[in-house]
């Protein structure tokens, strides 16, 4: 919204301030003031009242005409003009040789073999409104050569404040609401409105005018007529044009004057056309054309005003076309009425339309404003068209009323809430100026809150601080640390361990982090061929590619991979983010944690790089947890599961997440010879598992004695149970020392490792143990090779 | 028999002489001084002599052996130290000025920040907590006093899910649940509530250069007996100092969110200027950070705190901004995009 200093000032007086540092203020206690200030009128310098004295036609020119001006100097002014609509005797705006206009400098110029020695110029030229049909034609009586600044306000000041700031604040969408800030900023008083006296019209008949809805909270109206006039006066139409808005007649302006100086939308309608004014919604839903010639859809939730049963506006939004003001419209009803905020901001969104009238709406706009705004409009017109007479007496119905809102407070709640001291009189000062009514006694303080902020703005007592800190300014408050006591803080168990996670995966592993969305991505998967599980979907995703929450990282992680083919001939990613596995009993998502992990190689076999994260996880689960994975072999039933080699993670008998490989049809589509191989654990489970202590174990003193023993075999794990159904506390280590494949099939070389910390073992007790293990294998079918 | 002494030392010094590595020098040992070698030999050839002649000829031979004994050592020695100067000598001189192998892992910014903010949080005693990115409209909006008819429920801005829940569209949606949380250490043990919640948030918005639907912010809260907005503004202005590493000045100006009154837009001195004023801050001075404000006492209600007694603040940081201000990322998209050309460059900063 655009603000005009010029309109502030009829209201406030700013003499003797710097009233860029008031908008910088105003900035800081009120509302978000945007960067840029419009000095109006500062480009345009020397422009004077001028008659036409003559008019030629140009001899070579259809468009030119040759001028002799008059700026009241007593010598005549050659000039070349081709504005259509000069005539002698018009008086117009005129910038005589060293005026300025922006960047230009009027000197003499010759056009088609005259010169001109100045320019006649248009509303446009000047800035003051977009009008460029003709030069200026004035026709206030002042002498000629005063300059025009002294005969129109051309200077102003024009800030832009943030639309959305205001969104609180219903009172802040007029001149006269800002002024009333300024006026508290500056402790100066706030200058009441001109209106006329209503009370004058009290015996005239009323309005026939009738609520049959409450989201009509009130609705005021009277009818005048004989209006002769349709142009606005100059200043009113630079105003309006300053603050954003286009002139289009006396009654059009004047309502959008009322507007953008109380924040009351108006509305102006052919008293032919609203005999009988009825607020009410349809039945059913009906098609209504609005006064820019729209057709729209109007349901049965849309509030409208009716003559009878003959919409004729949508309240609160636009007028119809067919009750508009025309040439022969001789009385007219003026409508000043609020509604509802929320039907009206619902109904602006059902229909698309947002207007400068529904924005105010929406804010709750104060009841209180309707019958002030007519007595300010009639004031204003009778102004401007003195023949104008008012037929009706004011008729006005009060629905709803906002409560009356009383709140109490002490100066400790302030002094505990600010953490300063703020003087009692202080306080008083600036909610007065407010609009407040306060009743102090000691140190006790009873407010009543204005009309214009008690919509739905101050409901409580922390409304009030708002309200003196703002004005007392928070750049002068004292800050200070809080008193609170120191408590030692323990770190969130599962946030730590996500961190060291991180940690292992990027130092150690040399895995880069990523992050993904939490939706699947129907077009991304579909190139790779791999189907989107069904799970909870979003009821209003605007792009229905991503409707469905994701179940797994994975499918997820296996795009990225694709995007990053070129990136480098090997490379791993991981992320801690977020699935949803259905619905829990509770119909809550069920919504889990997950790490996952994803390495690509185009150097390794499959083999190799599966080992690789099987080792990751391994370490992983060592470091963070002390403690071994299992697993259990899987069926796959993802179409990006390679069906070998799929297995389930277990730790403590929990089934943590899965391991496996890339199917390869998915894999063949993300790079045709790479091994892709992937992990998913519950970050949440993984956390929940018992840190175990290092197993320390004093290394022994006597020497330690390492048997090698080769198993034909297809696995290691029922070599490693059988070692472990032995049960020999001097085996301290068991590894793989090799693996290969010959005619007799698999065979796995381990490497045993035997030591006691009280003695030397001897060959033949060792041997034993190993005897033992080789015995129990040899049951199973597993024998040793010789 | 003097005389073979004297010729038999010459030959074993030329010998010697000639010999180049350990093992000849060893076989010249064997030769001459082995059990069967000459010098041991020469005392063989003795039992003719007198007994002054063996003595003097023993002697001389003794002498011999023991010069002979000292020579291979010395030889030894010798070889030993060229040896060792060769294998220095065969060392190449490495090119150190070819270009290192920086390959390594990656942290995705977003956790680079995160964990500089946490420092700084962590430092004032202030609990890092995490929370589900599925809520309730509760938790979102109701416990947030953002009531039935806001604005900022519209359906256009949330994602909404089939059963109701949608996808949090701040990270304030963590508020009621920390205040549960925390409450009773609070009201029976007097603990302040000190929180921050980092996470990632959604909104239903198209996404550009400068738009995502998926971004992370940090909030924070603190709640106690007597937390004051002269605290408030203290806590923002070291925190955020510490944040950036710089002395900053804040200002604050109204600004409106439901869940908190009086309600703050949060300035920092520009980064790049300093406050006097230059195109990255549109020649203001300041740069718009983050909304901040007094707990509202709705929200502490439904948070189960007295409002009556306890009072607190809480601000809202845009973790995925500041990680585009710190790197200087120009579009926001990158950050979700998955691009390890992108991403591999955040090794760490922490």
Request: proline share 4%.
């Given at each position: ?44 310098e ?44 018009m ?12 960047e230009?400098?009027i ?16 509303e ?17 009586d002042?002498?000629l ?26 009172d802040?969408?007029?001149?006269y ?54 142009v ?7 105003r ?7 002139a289009?007649?006396?009654l ?10 109380m ?7 052919d ?103 007519i ?9 401007i ?16 009323q ?15 809430y ?9 306080i ?37 601080i ?29 946030k ?53 929450i ?15 083919v070129g990136?480098?001939?090997s490379f ?97 589509k ?19 598992q018992e ?9 022994s ?21 059988a070692i ?29 490792l ?6 030397t ?26 | 028999?003097n ?42 050839g ?64 977003i ?16 609990i ?22 806001h ?36 009201i ?51 925190m ?29 001195s ?28 709705e ?27 710190k ?19 955040f090794?760490?900063?922490?």
């Open positions: 919204m655009f603000l005009s200093m010029n309109w502030l000032s009829d209201y406030v007086d700013f003499s003797g301030l710097d009233k860029l540092k008031l908008i910088n203020q105003f900035s800081l206690s009120t509302a978000e003031v945007e960067n840029e200030i419009f000095f109006k009128g500062s480009d345009i020397g422009i004077v009242l001028a008659e036409i004295k003559e008019v030629a036609e140009h001899p070579e020119s259809k468009k030119l005409h040759l001028l002799k001006v008059d700026m009241g100097s007593g010598e005549l002014q050659d000039v070349v003009c081709g504005a259509p609509n000069v005539r002698v005797g008086k117009t705006a005129f910038a005589p040789l060293g005026a300025k206009i922006g230009i400098t000197a003499p110029r010759a056009l088609a073999g005259y010169t001109s020695n100045g320019m006649c110029c248009s446009r030229e000047l800035g003051i409104s977009e009008d460029h049909e003709g030069i200026m034609d004035i026709t206030e002042y002498p050569g005063t300059p025009i600044k002294e005969i129109y306000d051309i200077d102003d000041i024009i800030f832009e404040v943030d639309n959305k700031s205001l969104t609180n604040r219903p802040l969408w007029g001149h609401g800002i002024a009333r800030e300024f006026a508290a900023l500056i402790g100066r008083p706030l200058k009441p409105l001109d209106c006329v006296d209503l009370a004058a019209y009290d015996h005239l008949p009323k309005v026939d005018m009738k609520i049959e809805d409450p989201l009509c909270q009130r609705y005021s109206c009277l009818q005048v007529e004989n209006i002769t006039k349709t606005s006066p100059m200043n009113m139409r630079i309006l044009y300053y603050c954003g808005m286009r289009i007649n006396l059009a302006d004047l309502t959008n004057y009322l507007m953008l100086e924040g009351q939308p108006m509305h102006a309608f008293s032919r056309k609203v005999e009988k004014l009825r607020i009410k919604r349809f039945d059913k839903p009906h098609t209504f054309r609005t006064l820019d010639g729209v057709d729209r859809n109007c349901d049965e939730n849309t509030l409208m005003i009716c003559n009878g049963d003959t919409p004729v506006a949508i309240a609160g939004i636009m007028g119809g076309l067919d009750s508009e003001i025309v040439e022969d419209t001789t009385r007219l009803t003026l409508e000043s009425a609020t509604f509802d905020a929320v039907s009206i901001r619902k109904s602006t969104v059902r229909l698309g339309h947002r207007t400068d009238a529904s924005m105010r709406y929406e804010k709750c706009l104060d009841p209180e404003m309707t019958v002030p705004a007595a300010r409009f009639v004031r204003l017109l009778t102004e068209d003195g023949g104008v007479k008012v037929v009706s007496a004011l008729t006005d119905e009060y629905a709803y906002y409560p009356v809102r009383q709140l109490s407070f002490d100066k400790n709640f302030v002094d505990r600010t953490g300063i001291e703020i003087a009692n009189e202080t008083e000062k600036t909610l007065t100026a407010l609009g407040f009514k306060v009743t102090v006694s000691g140190d006790n303080f009873d407010v009543t809150v204005p009309s214009h902020r008690a919509t739905k703005d101050v409901t409580m007592k922390a409304d009030i708002e309200e003196i800190t703002r004005i007392y300014g928070y750049d002068n408050f004292d800050v200070h640390t809080a008193n609170a006591p120191l408590y030692p803080v323990r770190a969130a168990e599962e730590t361990l996500e961190d060291k996670i991180k940690d292992l995966l990027v130092k150690r592993f040399s895995l880069h982090e990523l992050h993904s969305y939490v939706w699947a991505y129907y077009d991304e998967y579909k190139e790779l061929g791999i189907e989107v599980e069904e799970n909870i979907k979003l009821v209003n995703a605007t792009n229905p590619n991503i409707e469905t994701r179940r797994s990282i994975i499918p997820t992680q296996l795009c990225q991979i694709k995007t990053n990136y480098a001939p791993g990613v991981f992320e801690i983010g977020r699935v949803v596995n259905g619905l829990k009993e509770d119909g809550y998502c069920d919504e889990r944690k997950k790490l996952c992990i994803t390495l690509f190689d185009k150097t390794k076999s499959v083999e190799a790089l599966y080992y690789e994260l099987r080792d990751i996880l391994a370490i992983m689960a060592d470091d963070l947890r002390h403690t071994a994975l299992t697993y259990k072999t899987a069926q796959a039933t993802k179409s990006y599961q390679h069906p070998r080699n799929l297995n389930e993670i277990y730790m403590n008998g929990v089934l943590l997440g899965e391991m496996g490989i890339c199917h390869p049809t998915v894999a063949k993300i790079d045709k010879k790479a091994a892709i191989v992937f992990a998913e654990i519950d970050v949440s489970l993984f956390a929940e840190n175990a202590s290092i197993a320390y174990q004093e290394p003193k006597y020497p330690e004695m390492e048997i090698d023993v080769t198993f034909i075999s297809q696995k290691f794990a029922p070599i490693g149970e472990a159904k032995a049960n020999c506390p001097w085996i301290k280590s068991v590894k793989v020392y090799d693996t290969y494949q010959d005619e007799s099939g698999k065979s796995i070389t381990i490497r045993i035997f030591s006691d910390n009280e003695r073992l001897t060959k033949d007790e060792v041997m034993a143990v190993v005897d033992q293990v080789i015995a129990d294998l040899d049951a199973q079918g597993i024998p040793m090779k010789k | 028999m005389n073979k002494v004297t010729q038999l030392r010459e030959e074993f010094l030329a010998k010697l002489a000639a010999a180049q590595t350990a093992q000849e020098t060893e076989e010249i040992r064997v030769e001459y001084l082995g059990k069967n070698g000459s010098i041991t030999g020469l005392l063989k003795m039992k003719d002599l007198s007994i002054e002649e063996k003595k003097d000829f023993g002697q001389k031979v003794n002498i011999l052996k023991n010069e002979a004994a000292q020579k291979i050592t010395e030889k030894l020695e010798e070889i030993k130290a060229k040896e060792l100067e060769a294998e220095i000598n065969a060392m190449p001189e490495f090119d150190i000025s070819t270009p290192a192998d920086l390959e390594r892992g990656s942290y995705h910014p956790t680079l920040v995160q964990r500089q903010c946490e420092d700084v949080f962590k430092s004032m005693g202030f890092v907590e995490d929370y589900s990115e599925i809520v309730t409209d509760y938790e979102c909006f109701e416990a947030l006093n953002i009531p039935k008819h604005p900022a429920r519209d359906m256009q801005d949330t994602y909404y899910l089939e059963n109701g829940q949608l996808l949090k569209s701040h990270t304030s949606a963590a508020q009621n649940a920390i205040y549960r949380k925390y409450k009773d250490a609070l029976n043990d007097g603990v302040p509530i000190k929180a921050i919640f980092p996470g990632r948030c959604f909104r239903n918005e198209a996404t550009d250069a400068c738009h995502e639907n998926t971004f992370f912010q940090m909030e924070g809260v603190m709640v106690d007996k007597d937390i004051s907005i002269s605290n408030l503004i203290y806590f923002m202005k070291t955020l100092s510490e944040v950036f590493q710089k002395d900053l000045s804040v200002r604050l100006r109204p600004g409106f969110f439901p869940f908190v009154e009086p309600g703050f837009e949060l300035d920092i520009c980064l790049i200027c300093g406050g006097e004023g230059c195109p990255s801050c549109k020649h203001s001075g300041w740069l718009e950070l983050c909304p901040c404000g007094m707990i509202h006492p929200v502490l209600k439904a948070g189960g705190i007295d409002p009556e007694e306890y009072t607190g603040f809480a601000f809202g940081l845009g973790l995925t901004r500041l990680a585009m201000m790197y200087g990322v120009k579009d926001i998209r990158d950050l979700n995009s998955g691009s390890l050309k992108t991403m591999a460059q090794t760490d900063d922490h």
